[in-house]
């Protein structure tokens, strides 16, 4: 016995000794130097002085503890097999110290007045355009200013570039014109590089993939230094390195803290294709203050509507098991985190994305991967010369990635064609539990069949699609192998090769359980192509479901709070199923004639609609009646025993799951704005309402129809219509009774709320109103 215990005794010292060896740490702090030994109490200085040091270590797990403070990186920093040799790395907060990782600079400015609001100093400097002011983002100089309330890129114009505005200009060289693509469909970047005939020269136009004209009404102009005419304004003349800035109320630029941005990059983890980078975490880091990137190369993501600049504030490229935990992204002028190509089991967890130029987690494979690639919406392979071969070429591209338990919202801050996470040419990766909120387009996005097998499931995804149009909370295409932009030949090519439909959409793409909301489109978008995917058990509170051309889709037992289920253009033999899921308005099918394998045993909010959906020979089993939830006013959707959902086969499930599940970032958390249900119990008791910022009411007995000369006694009357309402630029005025909205009865205050969501994706509402006696019909813009 005893000698059993020495063994046991001397069998753990063994292994504490080992474990020992194995593992080293090293300390960063400010007050260090990179010439000491980085122990806790001899630190180095820098976070590349201790990665410098990693290949002198004879140890296979290196920890690097970064004590409290902020680091200014002179250059990027760079992790691959030449610096860990083989070895687990760390890089860590050392006990939850505030750590920033900085890819500016810190500057020490000799202000001097340049004018009465104007202050000004010398900046040695090759150009920066992101400048900081005790830690708030400054704004470049622009027309028309800042406005925090617009709807598009905080205020646009129609005459940004205008003959007349550019009179005003000496020297606009350098200065950026931004406008949304003419559909909605994202933005487009130019760099003003002079004046000839009254017109403006520019370069620039190549960040989106469906060229397009832009849009005439959203745009705008930046760092032009005629344009700095308001507080928190600043401009850098690049010639005379000379800062100027119009500082904000009651800030005193002498004891201020003055950054600019710098680096494009704070982190790349690369590896090889023969030597991936392993096992590196990186874990509660703030990564704040990288360069804009819109005018770097871009490149097209095949036939999705995007290109991309492979980059952000860390790139992985090459890794297996690298992670980030528990860390921060602000202030970033491009992408935040970009898993480029072949990547396995690497991702993004428990971070706080927010206020970033452009995305926030990219998984995007390379194109060498895919077989016989096409790039931008109107190419493609002809059948004769396809590879039929199903699957990938190579492995370059993520797999088994996640991001996880994250809180991402106000991206997109300059790049509308964004979104919190990317996936495009990537097979198997998870997004799960995160809260996304804010953002410009689609909350998450997948930009082609390549290779599926993804599962969303757990998030809160809403106000999206906040800037742009014809998007969705979820938003997906599927141009693949099989599509074609020609519908005729794309429907005869799948009907003789019904096996192309899934050589690259190989693996079913599955979406569960999350809650999405989109008031400015759907919340959930299958688009071009998308095909097979399963969703079931999601809440969608505003948008309703779309399906457009695609294969192999199955929704069952989703609730479509003051929506329907939208089928566009189907194929024929589509396999699609639509099952025991709960809608509160018909259906809304646009050129359909082939309903795919099952459209049955959903409920629907009342006979009516109900009928709408059988006499197109669909629905033989379905039901109508209210759904009868638990406590819809608190989001808990569950139905009662008593509805008639529960004969369709639909089945409750959990309602407080979904988002961000770490305390400190739920927390910190917006909460979703739950909507009020429009259904029969309503339009009894509600009489009066805001609608698109206007007091509206409904029309109320035999003394409105008199004063207002109506056939009955139907309809909403507008009541007030602030300056600040969208109706406000309608030609619609206080005292119009609206009767029809697209052709549909608007009899009362719910009824044309219902009509304006059903129909919010098209951004226009056909309105017939009565005005003194007069019957009128006025076109209504939503935007």
């Not at 998030?459 to 906040?466: G, K, L, S």
């Not at 009411?697 to 507008?718: M, Q, T, W």
Request: charged share 20%.
């Amino acid at each position: 016995m005893r000698n059993r215990y020495f063994y046991t005794l001397l069998i753990w010292i063994q292994v504490v000794s080992f474990t020992s060896y194995a593992q080293h740490k090293l300390y960063v702090s400010p007050s260090g130097n990179d010439a000491n030994a980085g122990s806790i109490t001899s630190p180095l200085k820098t976070p590349s002085g201790a990665i410098n040091k990693i290949n002198q270590l004879k140890h296979s797990q290196i920890t690097i503890l970064i004590r409290q403070g902020t680091y200014y990186l002179d250059q990027t920093i760079m992790l691959n097999e030449n610096v860990l040799n083989g070895k687990t790395v760390s890089i860590e907060a050392f006990k939850n110290e505030k750590v920033a990782f900085s890819a500016g600079l810190k500057l020490s400015p000799d202000w001097e007045k340049y004018n009465e609001n104007i202050s000004k100093a010398k900046i040695e400097n090759t150009g920066f355009e992101a400048l900081f002011v005790n830690g708030i983002p400054q704004i470049l100089a622009r027309y028309p200013n800042f406005d925090s309330t617009a709807r598009v890129f905080n205020g646009t114009a129609e005459d940004a570039i205008s003959q007349e505005r550019m009179t005003k200009w000496k020297n606009p060289a350098g200065g950026y014109f931004h406008a949304l693509h003419q559909g909605e469909w994202g933005s487009f970047h130019y760099r003003i590089t002079g004046i000839a005939n009254g017109k403006a020269d520019m370069e620039g136009g190549w960040q989106n993939n469906r060229p397009a004209p832009l849009h005439p009404k959203y745009r705008f102009v930046e760092n032009v230094f005629e344009e700095l005419d308001a507080p928190g304004e600043w401009y850098y003349d690049k010639k005379s390195e000379t800062l100027y800035l119009y500082p904000q109320p009651g800030s005193d630029l002498k004891t201020a803290t003055i950054e600019v941005s710098n680096l494009k990059h704070i982190l790349e983890i690369k590896g090889t294709p023969d030597k991936p980078v392993r096992n590196v975490t990186v874990k509660g880091i703030r990564f704040t203050h990288t360069e804009r990137t819109f005018m770097e190369h871009y490149e097209p993501l095949l036939r999705s509507d995007w290109m991309i600049y492979r980059g952000g504030a860390i790139l992985m490229e090459n890794t297996e098991d690298c992670v980030v935990e528990d860390s921060e992204f602000a202030f970033l002028g491009g992408n935040a985190v970009l898993f480029s190509g072949y990547n396995h089991a690497s991702g993004v967890s428990g971070s706080h994305f927010h206020d970033i130029g452009a995305s926030a987690i990219c998984f995007v494979g390379d194109s060498s991967a895919v077989r016989s690639p096409a790039f931008g919406y109107d190419n493609f392979v002809p059948y004769t010369k396809l590879d039929k071969t199903p699957g990938p070429k190579n492995n370059r591209f993520p797999s088994g990635c996640f991001a996880e338990n994250n809180l991402i919202h106000d991206i997109g801050k300059i790049e509308k064609q964004s979104t919190a996470v990317q996936i495009e040419m990537a097979s198997e990766i998870l997004v799960r539990h995160n809260t996304i909120y804010r953002v410009p387009r689609a909350g998450i996005n997948i930009g082609d069949g390549c290779w599926g097998g993804h599962l969303i499931e757990n998030n809160d995804v809403f106000e999206t699609v906040m800037e742009t149009g014809d998007h969705g909370a979820f938003n997906s295409w599927g141009r693949d192998r099989f599509w074609h932009p020609n519908r005729k030949t794309m429907d005869s090519l799948v009907s003789k090769h019904p096996e192309l439909i899934f050589l690259d959409a190989q693996k079913t793409i599955v979406i569960r359980n999350n809650r999405f909301r989109c008031d400015h489109g759907w919340d959930i978008d299958l688009d071009d192509g998308s095909s097979n995917y399963h969703i079931y058990n999601n809440v969608l509170l505003s948008g309703g479901l779309k399906f457009r051309e695609g294969f192999s889709r199955m929704a069952e037992n989703n609730i479509l709070i003051n929506n329907s289920f939208h089928p566009h253009v189907w194929f024929k033999n589509s396999g699609d199923v639509f099952r025991k899921n709960i809608v509160m308005r018909p259906y809304f099918p646009i050129l359909v004639n082939d309903w795919g394998k099952e459209v049955n045993n959903n409920l629907f909010p009342d006979e009516t609609a109900l009928a709408s959906a059988q006499i197109l020979n669909i629905d033989k089993n379905s039901k109508a009646g209210d759904a009868v939830f638990t406590d819809a006013k608190s989001g808990n959707y569950h139905v009662k025993s008593s509805s008639f959902a529960l004969r369709t086969g639909f089945k409750n499930f959990p309602m407080n799951n979904f988002g961000v599940t770490k305390a400190r970032l739920r927390k910190m958390a917006v909460k979703v704005e739950l909507p009020v249900l429009l259904n029969a119990a309503l339009e009894k008791e509600l009489q009066e309402a805001v609608w698109l910022g206007a007091k509206i009411r409904n029309v109320n007995g035999l003394g409105d129809r008199s004063a207002f000369g109506l056939p009955d006694e139907k309809g909403v009357i507008l009541v007030e219509i602030p300056a600040s309402s969208i109706l406000s630029k309608s030609k619609l005025q206080a005292g119009d009774v609206i009767r029809t909205a697209n052709n549909e009865e608007a009899g009362n205050v719910v009824r044309l709320e219902a009509i304006r969501q059903q129909y919010n994706w098209t951004g226009k509402l056909d309105l017939e109103i009565m005005r003194n006696q007069q019957v009128l019909k006025i076109d209504l813009s939503l935007k």
